[in-house]
């Protein structure tokens, strides 16, 4: 398959998932679109696949409807309980990760040290293209992004916002959501405040290294027997 049939099919699966993010949280079109800056028609494409929009874009949807950056690479349909966010100018906050992203790109692609051309060659994009991806003049479909990062031997998780505040909300929503995943007996056990102390212990102990802990362990016989 090539990567035109890769990034078609991927862009029709996104465009469901992201039309599934919006009707969890009761947004028309027109209030979704209006909210991230953006025309109506252009979500009205990204829903339907015919086009899709860039890493930054889909986390500023993320946050614009709540949902955790995941779902966008899942499968289930995503219920409207969702916390609330604070009021930011997304559309002035998407140029500027769109000029993080590509620049994170360059970076990558020089990193195995890989020409632009030869890039070109393997993704079949124009030189111009990927040149204007990587200076951030242009919005690089996540689907495309995502081939490219592949190209490059690279994760897209890591082209993730980390240090910006939807950076830092989506971090909040992945803790949250690998608290809920875990057994129920576990979950009780970290909700108890009599319990801190042993959270804080295994902290101090995942710290250490190997050496030290077998240190502890050896002490800790010592003493039981």
Known sequence: MSIHDQVAIRSKKLGVLIRDAR????ETISECAQAIGIQSGILRAWEEG???PSLPEVEVLAYSLHQPMRH???KKAKSDDAPNTQSMNLPVLIGIRQRLVGAHLRQLRESVSMSLSALSELSGLSNSRLKAYEMGERPIPLPELEGLVVLLGGQI??????TGYIGQWMIQQKAIQDFLELPVELQNFVSKPVNRPYLELAMKLSEMSTDKLRSVAENLLDITF
């Open 23 to 26: 009707l969890a949280t009761h």
């Open 72 to 74: 966008f690479w899942g």
């Open 50 to 52: 015919s086009k899709a």
């Open 157 to 162: 998780e890591a082209m993730f916002d980390q």
